[in-house]
């Protein structure tokens, strides 16, 4: 497939896609995170060479907010040039809104999870101290501890969009520069209790990148850059070498941390993260006709819903193996079962008569949208 042929599908489908908000792109790369989670996720029931091999590219988080910096750069950016005080206000509703699903996962979750005993996380506190931590961000309990992530980087959207209208890209970027540095001596400088598995003055990276990015692609039109088969051999290339360093006990493990992150880690996950983005904007075409392709997408176009409802999966099943010798194969089915039904509520939620919504739908609309 001839270079020019992928460069113009990449910009159709921004254009085709900009009035919806939605670039089927960044959707097919929101759904493959979404998946890369629950692979990571589900990891614990798998033998320990495959929990291995994942653990070595495993990306989900950093992808995540990358995508969601991009969108600010890319859709976000070109409302505030409009209506500042518009775009600012719906930006600050995100948050609110990821602080609504956050507490009715902590009444729906941690709560009844508190209750039965299930976790090491508050065990011997009481309920009402429990669940005041939780609400308050003061614990980290597996999975639920993500979302949080996402409240103060939306928050500071709107300075962010500031500098970009202002051009100051460079001192946007000397700061997050300088954050992280900061980060990588204190990362849990910022943290209210319990070290935050993904704190702010580190994650912040990646999302500032992405925010680089998303007014790169609205400015110029373009997702990717203009030789995107020299930067995907390039990225590939540095995959190679720092996989070699690393699991080739060249460079001491020890070093690299990704949770939480440091410079090391940085540079262990930047050649994985752009191998995918690279990858798939390259083989865009060919990815598009795959049977896969739809369900992928799905997911990624409702990345949110999709989240909440992998998080109660993985919880159910992990209380029944906290609780019963539950057999290798039984934690498969249900796994199999539990991406089953996220797809199937998804299909069907998308597929919803607007007109004359049902409650269930009517509620996550409320939540979701």
Known sequence: MAHAEVENTLERSGSESATAGRIEVIDFLRGFAIIEMAV???SRYSPPILDKLISYTETAMALFVLLAGFMIGRHYFAGYLRDQRR????????ALQILAIQYIIIAAVNVPLHLIGYGSVGREEPLWLFVFKSATFMNQIGIVHILPTFIPLFLASPLILFLFKAELDWLLLAVSAALFTLGNFSPHLLDLGDPAVFPFLVIQIYFVAGCAW???AYTSGRL???NLNGWLIASCAGLIITMTLLHGKIFPGRLVSTHPLNIFGLLYQAPIITTILLGTMRFWRVIRAMPFYPWVALLGRHALLAFVLHLYCAKAIGVLNFYAAVPEFLNYLLILASIALTILVLYRYERQDRTHPVRWV?????LFR
Request: aromatic share 10%; proline share 5%.
């Open 40 to 42: 990571s996720h589900f």
């Open 87 to 94: 775009t600012s206000r719906r930006l600050w509703r995100r």
């Open 214 to 216: 998303g007014k790169v």
């Open 224 to 226: 990717g850059p203009r």
């Open 362 to 366: 009517r509620a996550l609309d409320a």
